[in-house]
């Protein structure tokens, strides 16, 4: 059995975003809801609803199973909270898919593309907006410019955060064998955030090593908790692991010996 979390705008949002997740038929997807609220962000307002998503037949299995569950928007596509439930006015669906495409993978490059292009422009940002690269398991989309691309990163990343989340669903649906979709700047604000939190991440292994205690690193969303653990996986002298649900979630770097027994 295998579960993660996911914040939507609607129920039917977060079984899509789980059944993306766990590779899952939707209709086998069991929901719980954990919190309902409702929020503005800085672009579309939406309510939002926490589930945990439970698929109990035929989940993928992982060597790593802490590192697997903390995959979310700013890797994995749709994980984030806020995708609109309703298309907001001036922003088309993509059309519907009547039959699979031959090459599903640039099929969600082109759709993803084309969706943030339309959303961007909906909201009054006129920038270039390109696919940069088509793989198995993921496509990067990139926004290109200058002064503009501040407030369509946002505070910590949560305006692209949000917009990915939006795009990577948008993209997806009706294709059977999609894929990830990463959105980024073309000053490449999510390499240098990565490289931040692995420097980050570092030190804190230095100061639990040094100490001997552990160190808590809290307020990660679940994505930058993966690259954390991702970092630190084969770094001697210390282990990592999440602890706490929701918001208070956080990830502690222990130290451990690397003594060995006589």
Do not use: W
């Not at 909201?123 to 990139?142: C, F």
């Not at 990565?194 to 639990?208: G, I, M, N, S, V």
């Amino acid at each position: 059995m295998r579960s993660v979390e996911i914040s939507a705008s609607s129920l039917e949002e977060a079984r899509r975003a789980a059944a993306f997740q766990l590779g899952a038929p939707e209709e086998e997807i069991e929901i719980e809801v954990l919190k309902t609220s409702h929020k503005v962000f800085g672009i579309i307002g939406s309510g939002e609803y926490r589930v945990r998503a439970t698929y109990e037949e035929g989940a993928v299995q992982s060597a790593a199973p802490e590192a697997e569950a903390e995959v979310s928007a700013g890797e994995a596509g749709p994980q984030l909270a806020e995708a609109p439930s309703e298309p907001a006015a001036g922003l088309q669906p993509p059309p519907p898919v009547t039959e699979q495409p031959d090459d599903p993978k640039q099929a969600v490059a082109e759709r993803a593309r084309q969706l943030t292009e339309d959303i961007v422009t909906m909201i009054g940002i006129d920038v270039p907006v390109t696919i940069s690269s088509v793989g198995e398991e993921e496509v990067e989309i990139v926004m290109e410019g200058d002064d503009s691309l501040g407030l369509l990163i946002g505070q910590e990343g949560n305006t692209l955060d949000a917009l990915q989340l939006i795009v990577a669903i948008g993209a997806n649906k009706g294709i059977e064998d999609g894929c990830r979709v990463i959105l980024d700047t073309s000053g490449g604000y999510r390499e240098r955030h990565r490289e931040h939190l692995c420097r980050q991440a570092q030190q804190a292994a230095e100061e639990a090593q040094a100490t001997g205690r552990e160190v808590v690193m809290s307020d990660l969303k679940s994505y930058e908790r993966r690259i954390v653990h991702m970092e630190l996986a084969d770094e001697p002298g210390v282990e990592t692991y999440s602890e706490g649900e929701g918001r208070y979630r956080r990830l502690v770097i222990s130290p451990v010996s690397n003594e060995s027994p006589d």
